[in-house]
Protein backbone atom coordinates (compact mmCIF):
# COMPACT_ATOMS: atom_id res chain seq x y z
CA UNK A 1 0.00 0.00 0.00
CA UNK A 2 2.81 2.21 0.08
CA UNK A 3 3.89 2.08 -3.05
CA UNK A 4 3.87 4.99 -5.38
CA UNK A 5 3.23 3.10 -8.43
CA UNK A 6 -0.01 1.69 -6.71
CA UNK A 7 -1.60 5.14 -6.34
CA UNK A 8 -0.57 6.73 -9.19
CA UNK A 9 -2.42 3.57 -11.19
CA UNK A 10 -5.23 3.70 -8.35
CA UNK A 11 -5.62 8.16 -9.11
CA UNK A 12 -5.78 7.79 -12.53
CA UNK A 13 -8.55 4.75 -12.70
CA UNK A 14 -10.56 7.22 -10.15
CA UNK A 15 -10.22 10.67 -12.53
CA UNK A 16 -11.48 8.85 -15.41
CA UNK A 17 -14.18 6.44 -13.48
CA UNK A 18 -15.24 9.92 -12.08
CA UNK A 19 -15.59 11.81 -15.39
CA UNK A 20 -17.74 8.50 -16.45
CA UNK A 21 -20.08 8.65 -13.35
CA UNK A 22 -20.73 12.31 -14.16
CA UNK A 23 -22.23 11.27 -17.58
CA UNK A 24 -24.05 7.69 -17.08
CA UNK A 25 -27.17 6.63 -15.03
CA UNK A 26 -26.15 3.81 -13.01
CA UNK A 27 -29.76 2.32 -12.60
CA UNK A 28 -29.85 2.03 -16.28
CA UNK A 29 -26.85 0.91 -17.00
CA UNK A 30 -27.75 -2.47 -14.13
CA UNK A 31 -30.70 -2.85 -16.06
CA UNK A 32 -29.07 -3.40 -19.21
CA UNK A 33 -26.67 -5.87 -17.36
CA UNK A 34 -29.56 -7.79 -16.56
CA UNK A 35 -30.73 -8.04 -19.67
CA UNK A 36 -28.04 -9.12 -22.03
CA UNK A 37 -26.91 -12.38 -23.29
CA UNK A 38 -24.36 -13.51 -21.76
CA UNK A 39 -23.68 -17.16 -23.30
CA UNK A 40 -22.06 -14.99 -25.99
CA UNK A 41 -19.14 -14.72 -23.88
CA UNK A 42 -17.74 -18.35 -24.15
CA UNK A 43 -17.14 -18.21 -28.12
CA UNK A 44 -16.06 -14.52 -27.00
CA UNK A 45 -13.21 -16.16 -25.00
CA UNK A 46 -12.18 -18.34 -26.75
CA UNK A 47 -11.15 -15.67 -29.67
CA UNK A 48 -9.50 -14.09 -27.36
CA UNK A 49 -7.77 -17.07 -26.14
CA UNK A 50 -6.34 -17.44 -29.75
CA UNK A 51 -5.32 -13.49 -30.15
CA UNK A 52 -2.90 -14.98 -26.83
CA UNK A 53 -1.43 -17.87 -28.99
CA UNK A 54 -1.12 -14.96 -32.30
CA UNK A 55 0.59 -12.67 -29.34
CA UNK A 56 2.81 -15.59 -28.08
CA UNK A 57 3.52 -16.38 -32.03
CA UNK A 58 5.04 -12.97 -32.11
CA UNK A 59 6.69 -12.57 -29.46
CA UNK A 60 8.55 -16.07 -29.91
CA UNK A 61 9.33 -14.32 -33.61
CA UNK A 62 10.94 -11.37 -31.59
CA UNK A 63 13.18 -13.78 -29.75
CA UNK A 64 14.15 -15.87 -31.90
CA UNK A 65 17.51 -14.63 -32.72
CA UNK A 66 18.12 -14.93 -28.63
CA UNK A 67 16.95 -18.18 -28.50
CA UNK A 68 14.72 -20.74 -30.15
CA UNK A 69 11.73 -21.13 -27.44
CA UNK A 70 8.82 -23.71 -28.09
CA UNK A 71 5.53 -22.01 -28.14
CA UNK A 72 4.49 -24.50 -25.63
CA UNK A 73 6.83 -22.91 -22.85
CA UNK A 74 6.22 -19.26 -24.30
CA UNK A 75 2.42 -19.01 -23.73
CA UNK A 76 2.59 -19.57 -20.05
CA UNK A 77 5.27 -16.62 -19.87
CA UNK A 78 2.75 -14.59 -21.82
CA UNK A 79 -0.29 -15.42 -19.58
CA UNK A 80 1.47 -14.78 -16.60
CA UNK A 81 2.81 -11.49 -17.88
CA UNK A 82 -0.76 -10.08 -19.25
CA UNK A 83 -1.66 -11.16 -15.92
CA UNK A 84 0.58 -9.20 -13.86
CA UNK A 85 0.11 -6.36 -16.26
CA UNK A 86 -4.21 -6.29 -14.94
CA UNK A 87 -2.64 -6.51 -11.37
CA UNK A 88 -0.03 -4.17 -11.34
CA UNK A 89 0.08 -0.68 -12.18
CA UNK A 90 2.27 1.45 -14.62
CA UNK A 91 2.65 -1.77 -16.73
CA UNK A 92 4.84 -3.60 -14.38
CA UNK A 93 3.80 -6.56 -15.83
CA UNK A 94 5.66 -6.28 -19.19
CA UNK A 95 9.23 -5.85 -16.44
CA UNK A 96 7.48 -9.20 -14.46
CA UNK A 97 7.57 -10.88 -18.10
CA UNK A 98 10.99 -10.72 -18.72
CA UNK A 99 12.39 -11.51 -15.69
CA UNK A 100 10.34 -14.72 -15.63
CA UNK A 101 11.10 -15.07 -19.36
CA UNK A 102 15.18 -14.85 -17.84
CA UNK A 103 13.87 -17.33 -15.19
CA UNK A 104 12.68 -19.57 -16.98
CA UNK A 105 14.75 -19.66 -20.31
CA UNK A 106 17.76 -18.48 -19.33
CA UNK A 107 18.00 -15.32 -21.67
CA UNK A 108 19.03 -11.72 -21.00
CA UNK A 109 15.93 -9.84 -19.23
CA UNK A 110 17.52 -6.57 -20.77
CA UNK A 111 17.23 -7.84 -24.38
CA UNK A 112 13.73 -9.63 -23.66
CA UNK A 113 12.39 -6.35 -22.20
CA UNK A 114 13.53 -5.15 -25.72
CA UNK A 115 11.31 -7.35 -27.38
CA UNK A 116 8.57 -6.08 -24.95
CA UNK A 117 8.68 -2.68 -26.01
CA UNK A 118 9.15 -3.28 -29.39
CA UNK A 119 5.87 -5.53 -29.16
CA UNK A 120 3.71 -2.32 -28.21
CA UNK A 121 5.07 0.17 -30.87
CA UNK A 122 3.71 -2.08 -33.12
CA UNK A 123 0.86 -2.54 -31.34
CA UNK A 124 0.28 1.10 -31.08
CA UNK A 125 0.99 1.16 -35.43
CA UNK A 126 -1.74 -1.75 -35.23
CA UNK A 127 -4.21 0.03 -33.62
CA UNK A 128 -3.88 3.24 -35.58
CA UNK A 129 -4.80 0.93 -38.58
CA UNK A 130 -7.82 -0.34 -37.53
CA UNK A 131 -8.89 3.14 -37.02
CA UNK A 132 -8.10 3.97 -40.12
CA UNK A 133 -10.05 1.52 -41.81
CA UNK A 134 -12.75 2.22 -39.76
CA UNK A 135 -12.57 5.67 -41.05
CA UNK A 136 -13.57 4.48 -44.65
CA UNK A 137 -16.69 3.81 -43.26
CA UNK A 138 -17.46 5.95 -40.36
CA UNK A 139 -16.76 9.65 -39.63
CA UNK A 140 -13.65 9.44 -37.34
CA UNK A 141 -12.84 12.83 -37.36
CA UNK A 142 -16.19 13.91 -35.69
CA UNK A 143 -15.68 11.16 -33.35
CA UNK A 144 -12.21 12.65 -32.20
CA UNK A 145 -13.07 16.10 -31.88
CA UNK A 146 -15.96 14.51 -29.81
CA UNK A 147 -13.56 12.68 -27.47
CA UNK A 148 -11.36 15.71 -27.17
CA UNK A 149 -14.46 17.56 -25.87
CA UNK A 150 -15.32 15.07 -23.56
CA UNK A 151 -11.58 14.73 -22.18
CA UNK A 152 -11.18 18.27 -22.41
CA UNK A 153 -8.18 17.81 -23.98
CA UNK A 154 -7.55 20.11 -27.65
CA UNK A 155 -8.17 18.22 -30.54
CA UNK A 156 -4.56 18.55 -32.04
CA UNK A 157 -2.96 16.88 -28.83
CA UNK A 158 -5.11 13.80 -28.28
CA UNK A 159 -4.39 13.27 -32.04
CA UNK A 160 -0.40 13.60 -31.41
CA UNK A 161 -0.77 11.84 -28.07
CA UNK A 162 -2.32 9.08 -30.27
CA UNK A 163 0.47 8.75 -32.86
CA UNK A 164 3.68 10.70 -31.41
CA UNK A 165 4.94 7.98 -28.75
CA UNK A 166 4.70 5.06 -31.34
CA UNK A 167 6.33 6.65 -34.26
CA UNK A 168 9.34 8.05 -32.00
CA UNK A 169 10.20 5.54 -30.14
CA UNK A 170 9.86 3.27 -33.24
CA UNK A 171 12.50 5.82 -34.61
CA UNK A 172 15.01 5.97 -31.84
CA UNK A 173 14.39 2.11 -31.32
CA UNK A 174 15.08 1.85 -35.94
CA UNK A 175 18.30 4.05 -35.23
CA UNK A 176 19.42 2.29 -32.29
CA UNK A 177 19.40 -1.12 -33.67
CA UNK A 178 21.11 -0.10 -37.01
CA UNK A 179 23.77 2.16 -34.88
CA UNK A 180 23.90 0.51 -31.70
CA UNK A 181 26.99 2.61 -30.75
CA UNK A 182 25.13 6.33 -30.52
CA UNK A 183 23.42 5.33 -27.07
CA UNK A 184 26.30 4.15 -25.48
CA UNK A 185 27.83 7.87 -27.02
CA UNK A 186 24.63 9.80 -25.65
CA UNK A 187 24.94 7.98 -22.04
CA UNK A 188 28.28 9.22 -21.89
CA UNK A 189 27.93 11.96 -20.29
CA UNK A 190 25.99 10.03 -17.52
CA UNK A 191 28.56 7.41 -17.51
CA UNK A 192 31.36 9.48 -16.65
CA UNK A 193 29.76 10.77 -13.22
CA UNK A 194 28.71 7.30 -12.22
CA UNK A 195 31.75 5.01 -10.37
CA UNK A 196 32.96 3.15 -12.99
CA UNK A 197 31.60 -0.12 -12.33
CA UNK A 198 28.39 1.36 -12.36
CA UNK A 199 28.80 3.22 -15.32
CA UNK A 200 30.63 0.20 -16.96
CA UNK A 201 27.51 -2.09 -15.89
CA UNK A 202 24.52 0.94 -17.35
CA UNK A 203 26.59 0.89 -20.60
CA UNK A 204 26.67 -3.31 -20.59
CA UNK A 205 22.45 -3.57 -19.59
CA UNK A 206 22.41 -0.64 -22.69
CA UNK A 207 23.94 -3.28 -25.29
CA UNK A 208 21.93 -6.47 -23.72
CA UNK A 209 18.65 -4.39 -24.44
CA UNK A 210 19.88 -3.11 -28.17
CA UNK A 211 20.20 -7.11 -28.91
CA UNK A 212 16.80 -7.25 -28.54
CA UNK A 213 16.06 -4.51 -30.96
CA UNK A 214 17.35 -6.91 -33.69
CA UNK A 215 14.37 -7.68 -35.88
CA UNK A 216 14.46 -3.87 -36.76
CA UNK A 217 17.68 -4.35 -38.81
CA UNK A 218 15.56 -6.25 -41.37
CA UNK A 219 13.14 -4.88 -43.43
CA UNK A 220 11.39 -8.67 -43.83
CA UNK A 221 11.59 -8.80 -40.31
CA UNK A 222 9.84 -5.46 -39.67
CA UNK A 223 7.24 -6.66 -42.24
CA UNK A 224 6.38 -10.09 -40.67
CA UNK A 225 6.08 -8.56 -37.32
CA UNK A 226 3.77 -6.12 -38.41
CA UNK A 227 1.81 -9.11 -40.24
CA UNK A 228 1.64 -11.06 -36.96
CA UNK A 229 0.27 -8.16 -35.17
CA UNK A 230 -2.92 -7.90 -37.32
CA UNK A 231 -4.35 -11.33 -36.19
CA UNK A 232 -3.99 -10.52 -32.40
CA UNK A 233 -6.07 -7.47 -32.85
CA UNK A 234 -8.38 -8.51 -35.27
CA UNK A 235 -8.88 -11.37 -33.28
CA UNK A 236 -9.69 -9.22 -30.29
CA UNK A 237 -12.01 -7.06 -32.03
CA UNK A 238 -14.01 -10.49 -33.32
CA UNK A 239 -14.51 -10.80 -28.83
CA UNK A 240 -15.73 -7.36 -28.77
CA UNK A 241 -18.09 -7.74 -31.75
CA UNK A 242 -19.28 -10.79 -30.65
CA UNK A 243 -19.93 -9.66 -27.31
CA UNK A 244 -21.90 -6.82 -29.11
CA UNK A 245 -24.66 -8.98 -29.56
CA UNK A 246 -25.39 -10.24 -25.88
CA UNK A 247 -26.29 -6.40 -25.83
CA UNK A 248 -28.00 -6.48 -29.52
CA UNK A 249 -25.65 -3.40 -30.35
CA UNK A 250 -26.60 -4.51 -34.18
CA UNK A 251 -29.97 -2.63 -33.40
CA UNK A 252 -28.10 0.53 -33.21
CA UNK A 253 -26.73 -0.04 -36.60
CA UNK A 254 -27.80 0.13 -40.33
CA UNK A 255 -25.77 -3.13 -41.12
CA UNK A 256 -22.90 -5.54 -39.84
CA UNK A 257 -20.34 -3.46 -41.77
CA UNK A 258 -20.93 -0.67 -40.06
CA UNK A 259 -21.18 -2.38 -36.56
CA UNK A 260 -17.63 -3.94 -37.61
CA UNK A 261 -16.27 -0.82 -38.55
CA UNK A 262 -17.82 0.77 -34.90
CA UNK A 263 -16.02 -2.25 -32.95
CA UNK A 264 -12.85 -1.76 -34.76
CA UNK A 265 -13.08 2.11 -33.93
CA UNK A 266 -13.73 1.16 -29.98
CA UNK A 267 -11.04 -1.45 -30.31
CA UNK A 268 -8.58 1.42 -31.52
CA UNK A 269 -9.66 4.49 -29.17
CA UNK A 270 -10.31 2.26 -26.09
CA UNK A 271 -6.45 0.54 -26.38
CA UNK A 272 -4.58 3.43 -27.41
CA UNK A 273 -5.86 5.26 -24.38
CA UNK A 274 -3.90 2.52 -22.00
CA UNK A 275 -0.96 2.10 -24.39
CA UNK A 276 0.62 4.51 -22.17
CA UNK A 277 1.70 3.91 -18.40
CA UNK A 278 -1.12 4.35 -16.17
CA UNK A 279 -3.61 1.75 -13.71
CA UNK A 280 -4.03 -1.86 -13.36
CA UNK A 281 -5.64 -3.16 -16.24
CA UNK A 282 -5.96 0.28 -17.85
CA UNK A 283 -9.31 0.58 -15.42
CA UNK A 284 -10.60 3.94 -15.98
CA UNK A 285 -8.88 5.01 -19.51
CA UNK A 286 -10.33 1.95 -21.38
CA UNK A 287 -13.95 2.40 -20.15
CA UNK A 288 -13.81 6.11 -20.56
CA UNK A 289 -12.88 6.30 -24.52
CA UNK A 290 -14.54 3.08 -25.20
CA UNK A 291 -17.68 4.33 -23.88
CA UNK A 292 -17.26 7.82 -25.50
CA UNK A 293 -16.52 5.99 -28.92
CA UNK A 294 -19.93 4.05 -28.69
CA UNK A 295 -21.96 7.30 -27.38
CA UNK A 296 -20.62 9.63 -30.61
CA UNK A 297 -21.23 6.42 -32.84
CA UNK A 298 -24.89 5.93 -31.83
CA UNK A 299 -24.84 3.89 -28.84
CA UNK A 300 -27.59 5.11 -25.69
CA UNK A 301 -25.11 4.93 -23.21
CA UNK A 302 -26.19 2.51 -20.61
CA UNK A 303 -26.14 -0.02 -23.49
CA UNK A 304 -22.65 1.10 -23.89
CA UNK A 305 -21.65 1.24 -20.51
CA UNK A 306 -22.90 -1.80 -19.57
CA UNK A 307 -20.86 -3.79 -22.67
CA UNK A 308 -17.69 -2.19 -22.37
CA UNK A 309 -17.92 -3.16 -18.79
CA UNK A 310 -18.60 -6.81 -19.70
CA UNK A 311 -16.19 -6.96 -22.42
CA UNK A 312 -13.32 -5.64 -20.52
CA UNK A 313 -14.11 -7.80 -17.52
CA UNK A 314 -13.60 -10.40 -20.54
CA UNK A 315 -9.90 -9.34 -21.52
CA UNK A 316 -9.31 -8.84 -17.69
CA UNK A 317 -10.84 -11.77 -15.72
CA UNK A 318 -10.06 -14.98 -17.23
CA UNK A 319 -6.20 -13.79 -17.79
CA UNK A 320 -5.74 -13.09 -14.00
CA UNK A 321 -7.61 -16.69 -13.12
CA UNK A 322 -5.50 -18.33 -15.43
CA UNK A 323 -2.01 -16.85 -14.87
CA UNK A 324 -2.27 -17.07 -11.28
CA UNK A 325 -2.69 -20.79 -11.51
CA UNK A 326 0.01 -20.93 -14.12
CA UNK A 327 2.29 -19.43 -11.08
CA UNK A 328 0.54 -22.33 -8.44
CA UNK A 329 0.96 -25.02 -10.72
CA UNK A 330 4.40 -23.65 -11.38
CA UNK A 331 5.16 -23.24 -7.63
CA UNK A 332 5.72 -19.37 -8.42
CA UNK A 333 5.22 -16.93 -5.89
CA UNK A 334 3.34 -13.67 -7.61
CA UNK A 335 4.72 -11.80 -4.95
CA UNK A 336 8.22 -13.00 -5.22
CA UNK A 337 7.70 -12.15 -9.15
CA UNK A 338 6.23 -9.03 -8.80
CA UNK A 339 8.71 -7.73 -6.49
CA UNK A 340 11.60 -8.92 -9.32
CA UNK A 341 10.04 -7.32 -11.87
CA UNK A 342 10.06 -3.66 -9.57
CA UNK A 343 13.75 -4.57 -8.58
CA UNK A 344 13.43 -5.10 -4.85
CA UNK A 345 11.85 -2.85 -2.34
CA UNK A 346 15.13 -1.02 -0.74
CA UNK A 347 17.66 -1.30 -3.41
CA UNK A 348 19.40 2.06 -4.22
CA UNK A 349 19.28 2.83 -8.14
CA UNK A 350 22.88 2.72 -8.51
CA UNK A 351 22.92 -0.69 -6.97
CA UNK A 352 20.41 -1.99 -9.41
CA UNK A 353 21.74 -1.44 -11.96
CA UNK A 354 25.21 -3.15 -11.44
CA UNK A 355 22.87 -6.14 -9.56
CA UNK A 356 20.96 -6.41 -12.77
CA UNK A 357 24.16 -6.65 -14.73
CA UNK A 358 25.04 -9.52 -12.43
CA UNK A 359 22.43 -11.13 -12.72
CA UNK A 360 22.31 -11.22 -16.51
CA UNK A 361 25.41 -13.12 -15.93
CA UNK A 362 24.92 -15.54 -13.42
CA UNK A 363 22.25 -18.65 -14.78
CA UNK A 364 18.70 -19.35 -13.93
Do not use: C
Request: aromatic residues 8%; glycine residues 8%; charged residues 15%.
Amino acid sequence: MGSKRLWLGLAVTLVFLGLLLLRIDLGETVESLGEANFLYLIPAIGLYSMAVVFRTLRWRFLLSHLKAIPTSRLLPVVVVGYMANNLLPVRLGEVVRSYYLGQREGVSKSAALATIVLERVFDGLTLLLLLAAAALVLPVGGLVEDLAERSSIPVYLLVLGAIAPFVMVLALMIAAARWPGWPVRALAPLTRRLPVKMGLSLVELTGLFITGLASLRDIRRVQMLLLLSLPVWLLEASMLYVIGFSFELQDHFSGQVEMAAVILAVTATSNLATSLPSSQGGIGPFEFFAIGTLVVLGVPAPVATAYTITMHAALLLPVVVVGLATLWWQHVSFRDLSHMGKGGRDVKPGVAVVEAVETEKRPW
